[in-house]
Structure formats: structure tokens, C-alpha cells
């Protein structure tokens, strides 16, 4: 329609919206930042990966800091070179493809600025050259693997905030409505079995608190049409106008109903720019904390002891790769 010709029903739509009185989810996926998160969370998984350090991966500011500076030596040609990899689904030749991709990343390793960091990402790269029949990434199945894409990323987010929104207005999920899709159709009604179906127990996160992975539990997912929905047809206009606000100035109607979305609405940000922010935060918290001397030599103490491990780590893989 354009933004002209919804301006001109904009005052409506916002009308039906306020007298409907829904809440909003709105999340922005920057889909480069994604990539970069999907290839670190694939070869630098400290369980999967004996090279890597317990904490670059574990500690949510060093794996944010690390996803950026792995992403700083990505150029496209590799980036496409790696999700071939990631969607076939054939075990050995993904295996070998995975492993051709860690060795073009790893020859471009002397951009990164630090040493510290070339060490790590050089030994994780390696490792994973050559042993990637321990990274789990193949699946055999279509819905397994259009998990991988960005796409599904913010499917996971939205259970989430309906999930919130639930326990606001103290209301069980019944339905949840989605828009009709052929591509991923299967992989969201997988993802909604899961997330629904887990078990509700409280996990601790290492420094990132509790966690709960069961969401919308008893819900049933319901694939629709804009045709057959209004509510979707609102939501196409405000997730239009949403990605459009991001590019330039939107007319006044058109902005008072994202106005109002916003005042209702959970928002999350998958960016460079927003996972950065955090970081910074993070560090400057951590820079400014009084740390004793005791503090830095049970600090030490603990990065020996993981630092142990991860070489007992590698040791017993290939002595177990060398039996079998």
C-alpha cells in the first residue's frame, strides 16, 4: 500500500487497536549480527570444542566481545562457505565443508587486534579443522536445519514475550495465531512443540541468573492467513511500518500507531549495536568494581584450573579418537 495510503487509514486501525487492547512484541534481527552468533555458538561451544576456554564461552561479556572480533575477519564469500555447510545434510561432507570453512577463517586470524584473542580463536579453529565430528550441527531433517537460518531466531523471542505478557495479565496461553509460511511452517510448529512441552524446571545460568525454558505451555499454534485474520492484517501494517521507521520519518498517523505499540509493547534488539552496548556496560561495571588482592588470586586459581581442564579436555578426545 505505501506509507500515503496508510496514513490515510492509520487513525483506524489505531482506533480498533485501543478498543482491542492487545500488548505488543516487537523484535529488530540484525541479520549479520545473527550470523556472527550462529557461527560462534557453533565452533567455540567450550562443551564441543575442547580447545575453547570454559569462560570465553560461558561468560555472556567474553562471548559477546569474542562474537565481534570473530565477526571482524568474516568476508562473505567465507560466511556463505559456512552456512552451506551448516544446511547439508550430509554428515561427512558437512563435516569436510565445516572444516575447509574453519581453515579459510583461520587464515585471515592476523586481523584480529590482540594476541590474547588470535591465541584463542587460532587453537578453536584448529581444533575444529580437525575434529568436526565433534561439532553437533547436522541434521537430517528439513526442520532441523531451517532451525539454523535467522529467520527462526525471533521465533523463540516472540514465545517469550507472549509468555510475559501471560503471566501480566495472569491468563493461560490458548492459541497463538502465526501467519501462514511455507518455507518455515514445519520448523515453528517443531520449535512450539518444544518450547511448550519442555519440562518447567528453574535452570541456573553461569552469571546470567535463572532461567526457565518452558513457554506457553498447553498452547496450540494455529497456521493462518492474513485473509482469514484481521489481527494479522494489523500486524503485517505495524511490522511494515516498524522496518520502515528504521529507514526515515514516518507521517504523523502512521507514527501515532507505532507510538501506541510502543507504549505496550516487550522489545528486544539482536544487534551489533545493542549486544555492544551490553558488553560495555558490563566491562565498565567490572572496571570500576574494587577488586582486592584475594579476589584476583582466587581469579587466577579458578583460570589455571580451567585452563587444566581444557588441555585434560583434548587430551582424552584424541586418545579416544586415536582407540576408535
Known amino acids: 500500500m505505501g506509507v500515503g495510503r496508510i496514513e490515510d487509514i492509520a487513525k483506524d486501525i489505531l482506533r480498533v487497536v ?4 492487545p500488548a505488543f512484541a516487537l523484535a529488530r534481527v540484525e541479520k549479520r549480527y545473527v550470523v556472527a552468533a550462529k557461527v560462534f555458538d557453533t565452533l567455540f561451544d567450550s562443551y564441543e570444542n575442547k580447545a575453547v576456554p570454559w569462560h570465553v564461552y560461558n561468560v555472556p561479556v567474553l562471548r559477546i566481545t569474542m562474537v565481534f572480533k570473530v565477526a571482524y575477519i568474516f568476508e562473505d564469500g567465507i560466511v556463505a562457505d559456512f552456512f ?12 569436510a565443508k565445516m572444516a575447509a570453512f574453519c581453515r579459510s577463517l583461520r587464515a585471515r586470524i592476523d586481523l584480529i587486534p590482540d594476541q590474547r584473542s588470535k591465541d584463542i580463536v587460532g ?4 581444533w575444529a579443522a580437525e575434529n568436526p565430528e565433534s561439532l ?58 518444544i518450547y511448550a512441552n519442555t519440562r518447567d524446571d528453574v535452570l541456573q545460568v553461569p552469571f546470567s541468573g535463572k532461567m526457565v525454558l518452558r513457554k506457553v505451555f498447553g498452547s496450540q499454534l494455529k497456521m493462518t492467513s492474513a485473509q482469514d485474520s484481521p489481527g494479522i492484517q ?27 505499540v510502543y507504549s505496550r509493547a516487550h522489545q528486544d ?11 560495555e556496560a558490563t566491562i565498565e561495571q567490572v572496571n570500576s568494581a574494587h577488586i582486592t588482592s584475594d579476589m584476583m588470586a582466587q581469579a587466577k586459581l579458578v583460570r589455571e584450573q580451567i585452563e587444566q581442564r581444557r588441555l585434560v579436555g583434548m587430551e582424552e578426545y584424541a586418545r579416544a579418537k586415536a582407540t576408535e
Open 234 to 260: 494489523i500486524i503485517d501494517v505495524i511490522l511494515w511500518l516498524f522496518a520502515r521507521s528504521m529507514k526515515e520519518d514516518l507521517p504523523t498517523n502512521c507514527q501515532n500507531l507505532l507510538n501506541y
Open 84 to 95: 552451506d555447510a551448516l544446511l547439508d545434510k550430509n554428515a561427512d561432507r558437512a563435516s
Open 136 to 193: 553437533e550441527f547436522v541434521h537430517s531433517s528439513k526442520v532441523g536445519r531451517k532451525g539454523h537460518l535467522p529467520n527462526m531466531v525471533g521465533f523463540g523471542n516472540l514465545l517469550g514475550g507472549i509468555e510475559k505478557q501471560s503471566a501480566v495479565w495472569n491468563r493461560p496461553v490458548e492459541w497463538i495465531l502465526h501467519d501462514r509460511q511455507q518455507e518455515f511452517a514445519a520448523a515453528i510448529k517443531f520449535w512450539h512443540e
Open 123 to 126: 587453537e578453536a579453529l584448529d
Open 269 to 279: 534488539d539482536f544487534s551489533f549495536a545493542n549486544a555492544g552496548a551490553a558488553a
Open 18 to 21: 485501543r478498543k482491542a487492547g
